[in-house]
Every structure is written in C-alpha cells, then in structure tokens.
C-alpha cells in the first residue's frame, strides 16, 4: 500500500480585491503543469447565490518522480463573494471579477504509489528495511525538492495576486 509522508502540512496563500478568476485558474494550471504535475480534479464546486457566487476547487497535483517515489501537493482553491464588477482599465471600462481567494497547499510524498512491495510479507519486510537504511538520503533530498516546487507555485500564486513574497 502507497505510504504518504506529509512534509508540509498547510500553507495558504489569501487575497481579497478585484481580479480575473478565469485568468488565475488557467494561470495555476500552468504554473503546476510547468513543473511537470499531472493535475486531477478531485472536486469542483460552484454555488450560485443571489448576491455573489462561490467557487471550490480541490486539485491532487502529482508527479512521478521514479518506480517507487511520487511527489503529491494538494491544492484548494476557495472563492467567497466572487462578483462581477466594472473597472476602468488605460481609460478602457471592462468587466472583472471582486471577491475574496484563499488558495491552501499541502506537499506530500508518496512512496511505493505502484504498490510493488506489498505483494507478500517478505517484499514488505524487504521495504521496511530499505525505506529505513537505504533509501533514507534519497527521501531527504526528495523532501527539500517537493518543498522548493510547493513554494514555486505558492510564490508564483503571490505574484499573480502582487502580494508579498517570502522565501
């Protein structure tokens, strides 16, 4: 069985003012297919209400990294009172959105996501042994990898949004 190692629990990125949903989404699908993830959609949700709408998304981003290792950040993207507004863009008015993001990620790692090593009790002892001695070095420089790609995109989302970056 696949074992996840959750090596960054929570990180969120918040703005609120106006902004173009439909460019951001396209935007983070970018972002995390430039890295190299394959992005599956485990949840989209939209509400209409009389006032406002609002948007959830929860994306499993994962990329393969070798037979046994596959790095996984889990994106949630959280719209309240999202609104169309009038703006006044070079003296042009356009249409734009109004509201409120929180985009939330979580980076984990994902060993034996093929599930090779549990096909019998010697192959899992087998595993237990090599997860503990041998493939140590390698899961710590993995770590250090999938959190440098997590805060790529999450610099990345603050940029798109003209906040402040740390990192």
Known sequence: ??????????SKVRFRGIFSFGDFYRFFIDTFKTLG?????????????PEAQEVEVIWNCYKNID???????????????????QVQKE????TADSGE???????????????RWETSPFLKFVKGIYDRYLYKPTFESYKKRIV????????????FFNLARFM
């Open 1 to 10: 069985m696949a074992e996840e190692t959750i090596i960054v629990p929570e």
């Open 37 to 49: 993830y394959t992005i599956d959609e485990e949840k989209y949700r939209h509400k209409e209400k």
């Open 67 to 85: 037979d046994y290792t596959r790095f996984l950040i889990k994106a949630r993207i959280l719209v309240i009172d999202l609104r169309k507004v």
């Open 91 to 94: 003296g042009v008015t356009t």
């Open 101 to 115: 993001i929180e985009v939330t990620f979580t980076a984990r790692l994902v060993t034996d996501y093929l599930d």
């Open 148 to 159: 440098d790609e997590m805060y790529t995109v999450e610099n990345e989302t603050k940029s």
